[in-house]
């Protein structure tokens, strides 16, 4: 469920994030829907709206994670926490490889497959993002 935060906080989020999700990097000008304010331990479970507890999540990312923490690792079948943007570096569990996003570690491959990184639709945008030149965003 998209989150209700003051604009001050969610402009603090949006300019961290550098207006793109952080969990598929896809850049906020280059989807129909606004990205949204996503709670990494979810109020569900306690989590609170601070910054950093809160990250930036596009759409189709934040639906398929949920108030979710956790999942199973598909190589593994081992329960493991997802990838947490605030505490954890995107390229050390991710890489891209021909407009598809790798799990690079059971943190990376649980959630490449929890938040569909790969369903075909995203990796045809992601490929035609990158002939653009709009994807991965550079810094
Ligand atoms: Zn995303």
């Known amino acids: 469920m998209p989150t209700l935060v003051n604009f001050a906080l969610r402009e603090r989020v949006v300019a961290r994030?550098?207006?793109?999700?952080?969990?598929?990097?896809i850049h906020q000008?280059?989807?129909?829907?606004?990205?949204e304010i996503d709670?990494?331990?979810?109020?569900k479970h306690g989590g609170q709206t601070v910054a950093e507890n809160l990250t930036l999540a596009c759409l189709p990312c934040n639906r398929a994670k949920g108030a979710d923490l956790t999942t199973l690792d598909p190589q593994?079948?081992?329960?493991?926490?997802?990838?947490?943007?605030?505490?954890?570096?995107?390229r050390d569990h991710f890489a891209l490889?021909?407009?598809?996003?790798?799990?690079l570690t059971a943190i990376g491959r649980a959630t490449v497959?929890?938040?569909?990184?790969?369903?075909?639709?995203?990796?045809?945008?992601?490929?035609?993002?990158?002939?653009?030149?709009?994807?991965?965003?550079?810094?």
């Open 39 to 43: 709670h990494l331990i979810a109020r």
């Open 97 to 103: 490889v021909d407009a598809q996003i790798i799990g």
């Open 76 to 90: 593994t079948q081992t329960l493991v926490p997802l990838f947490n943007p605030r505490v954890q570096i995107w």
């Open 29 to 35: 000008d280059d989807v129909p829907e606004a990205h």
């Open 113 to 139: 497959a929890l938040l569909r990184f790969n369903a075909p639709v995203r990796v045809d945008n992601r490929r035609w993002l990158i002939e653009k030149k709009r994807y991965p965003p550079t810094r």
């Open 17 to 25: 994030a550098g207006s793109c999700c952080e969990y598929c990097l």
